[in-house]
């Protein structure tokens, strides 16, 4: 249909298909068409680092064709020149979107645009990037060749208009999909067919779940927390043990085990490997990246039978089971209470079900407690269309960094310019330039123009030095606002100030204030009151401004633990948060504070820039300020720098002069990690170290 279409003669097209039935086939006809036909050069655009790992691996097949393949997806600060040598380049909206503030000459030299999961434009966090990315690549791009595609859009024919684009849209997937309810050992399908299932427990994912392996098959279960996710993961584990042969064990014990060696060892890790030992597994944001994808890599080698997630894996990386389980329909939303999950999430999770090459069908499945519940799931989910998408970029907080960014790199140079830029946006296309937005654009100019980012003169507006920084920077205008007033009113900081000031800002991540947190706050804020740079919001005056103020402390209180060398277990159980929920801080408050040092830099506060350079190293490998000069080498991470440190090992110029067989006795230093150090060195290890194997695995074992 696409290539009658005529996706292979440059031909916009937008795909609103089912997963697995040839979405990313179809671009890569077209990407590769292009690349060795006219030697164009192909951007690949996704929502999720994950995702871009994923594909960047699928793509690099052919790298035998002569088409060089490239991934970018950090560092936001940098037009990346080197991606002009690649023909195929795979990156993230947000990356997508800082090249283009950096004006990366490259992106002129684009013919074909792919944007993977185009429905995230109705996503209010992620959705405007999106949206500005398609519209700046457009203009920029206009011959350029658009090709979106989707599993779920209910207004694919909007999507196609806005893009001038063909609409291919199916039903049709290479594994058939059911979709239906269970209730009480029974699972009735959209097509009328039901299920008999032999009840084991009280529990509908257990019944589920061992029928499924039983048969074969393999099952995804979404939960709407983490801590039931885990909860029910454990659960399961004695059950679908029983369903597993020697074989099977021992190679599911050996993933433990590598859980264990990946990162440091933590409760949560512990209760993943002891999950997994035992064919079932938890899958959230707060695990560690590393672990995600090793159990990512086992489920779909058929190693894990059962993975218990949040619905954040729905929407990243492609991992798809005979069974889905959609366990919760309702989700607690702050400010909110419980809602029910948008239908669009429903048939998100839903997609995940059959395996091409390995299923002969999929099914979805909701869990009802009464036939009242069966029959509103029936209606509402099973059997209803997704939801519209709608623009989301027409509030403030979503398009003031975007406004700016026109701005600065000169898309717009008048008001007039700017409502120019919008018509190519998709909320133009679905609301028109109306009063609404115009007013939002005037309390954003007059917002910018008061905080000195743009200045005005006969109707042209242009970035000022530290407007074109922020934008580059990609942080939100107002995060700069904080972090300049901020910086401006005092001249010495704590490393707690510091942190407090960019955990306060928009941009940063807050933790969810659970119950007994605020009493350990307070009394830290009472004793620490001298340390904060931000006035102490009166709770009896604006309450909602004093949480807010205890959420960003709780933030900045884990950074605090971080960088003081706790361990992460200890972190794990303060905070109530996971592994990979301090990572994720410390990578967003890293670059916070790069920013704030490149900040300090032009707005004449030359001070800060030293304290905030060292601080930020510590945030980035999470250690303290004596260990800076050796933790910077490769492959050796805040604890084998610390063994190394206290074995009397300060500078480079020690290891440098330090026997191999000397750094072999130092716990948890191998082989391999000597003669990584000593290259970094300038070193070759002459000597044969092997003689120290046993003696050094002995050592290893007996710290462990």
């Known amino acids: 249909m696409a290539i009658k279409a005529g996706v292979l003669n440059g031909e916009n097209i937008v795909l609103a298909i089912p997963t697995a039935a040839g979405k990313t086939l179809v671009a890569e006809l077209a990407m590769t068409k292009q690349i060795l036909e006219k030697g164009g050069k192909a951007l690949y655009l996704v929502p999720l680092r994950a995702l871009a790992a994923e594909k960047y691996e699928e793509f690099r097949k052919y790298e035998e064709a002569g088409i060089r393949v490239a991934m970018s997806t950090g560092d936001y600060d940098s037009s990346d020149p080197w991606l002009a040598n690649y023909d195929l380049i795979v990156v993230t909206n947000e990356k997508a979107d800082s090249l283009l503030r950096h004006r990366a000459q490259w992106i002129e030299n684009i013919t074909t645009i792919v944007t993977d999961e185009v429905h995230l434009i109705n996503d209010p966090s992620r959705g405007p990037t999106l949206e500005m990315v398609i519209a700046r690549l457009k203009q920029i791009n206009p011959e350029a060749q658009i090709i979106a595609l989707s599993a779920t859009i209910r207004n694919a024919e909007e999507i196609a208009e806005w893009l001038e684009a063909k609409l291919i849209k199916s039903d049709w997937r290479p594994i058939p999909l059911r979709k239906g309810v269970y209730l009480r ?18 529990e509908p994912c257990e019944t589920i779940a061992v029928d499924t392996i039983e048969n074969g098959g393999q099952i995804l ?19 679908i043990l029983r369903h597993l042969n020697m074989k099977e064990r021992n190679e599911l014990r ?120 069966r029959e509103y799931l029936m209606e509402n989910y099973v059997k209803a269309p997704p939801e519209r998408i709608w623009s989301k970029l027409a509030t403030e907080p979503a398009l003031r960094s975007h406004i700016l960014a026109t701005i600065a790199t000169g898309f717009a140079r008048s008001i007039k310019g700017i409502m120019d830029f919008l018509r190519h946006t998709f909320y133009y296309h679905q609301y028109g330039g109306g009063t609404y937005i115009k007013e939002v654009i005037n309390r954003i100019l007059q917002f910018l123009t008061i905080n000195e980012m743009i200045k005005s003169k006969d109707d042209r507006i242009e970035a000022t030095r530290l407007g074109k920084r922020v934008s580059e920077l990609y942080i939100d205008p107002l995060s ?84 003081n060398e706790e361990k992460e277990d200890e972190i794990i159980e303060r905070y109530d ?22 900040l300090s830099r032009i707005l004449g506060l030359k001070h800060h820039v030293k304290p905030l ?15 800076l000069p050796i933790i910077q080498l490769k492959g050796i991470g805040r604890i084998r720098a610390r063994m190394i440190y206290n074995a009397g090992y300060r500078t480079l110029e020690d290891l440098k002069k330090a026997k191999p067989s000397d750094l072999l006795r130092i716990p948890t230093i191998g082989i391999e990690t000597v003669k990584r150090i000593k290259e970094q060195l300038g070193e070759k290890i002459e000597e044969n170290l092997k003689e120290e194997k046993v003696e050094e695995q002995k050592r290893i074992i007996d710290y462990i």
């Open 185 to 202: 050992g029974a699972i009735i399908f959209d097509d009328n067919t039901v299920i008999e299932l032999k009840r084991r427990t009280s």
């Open 480 to 563: 700069a606002v904080y972090i300049r007033e901020g910086l401006e009113k005092v001249e010495e900081v704590t490393p707690l100030g510091y942190l407090h000031l960019i955990a306060s800002t928009p941009d940063m991540p807050k933790l969810f204030l659970r119950r007994g947190d605020r009493k350990k706050l307070v009394s830290i804020l009472l004793a620490k009151s001298d340390e904060f740079i931000l006035p102490i919001p009166d709770p009896s005056m604006d309450y909602d401004e004093y949480e807010y103020f205890l959420a960003s402390l709780k933030s900045a209180l884990t950074l605090i633990d971080w960088i």
């Open 254 to 373: 050996l993933i433990a085990e590598k859980i264990l060696r990946t990162g440091e060892v933590t409760r949560i890790s512990e209760q993943l490997a002891s999950c997994v030992k035992c064919g079932t597994a938890f899958h959230h944001a707060g695990l560690i990246y590393e672990h995600r994808r090793i159990i990512e890599e086992a489920f779909r080698n058929f190693k894990i039978k059962v993975i218990c997630a949040t619905p954040t894996l729905a929407a990243g990386v492609n991992l798809p089971a005979r069974r889905v389980v959609i366990k919760h329909y309702r989700r607690y939303d702050i400010g909110f209470g419980y809602r029910n999950i948008p239908v669009l999430e429903f048939h998100q999770m839903a997609g995940r079900a059959g395996r091409p090459k390995y299923d002969k069908y999929g099914e979805a499945i909701l869990i009802a407690k009464t036939l009242d519940e």
């Open 221 to 239: 279960i979404f939960t709407n927390t983490r801590q039931r996710a885990m909860r029910l993961a454990l659960k399961l584990a004695p059950t």
């Open 613 to 627: 350079q060292k601080l930020m190293l510590r945030v980035e490998y999470g250690c303290k300020e004596e260990l």
């Open 577 to 598: 948060i996971g592994s990979g929920d301090i990572y994720a801080l410390a990578s967003t408050a890293r670059w916070l504070l790069y920013s704030a040092a490149e």
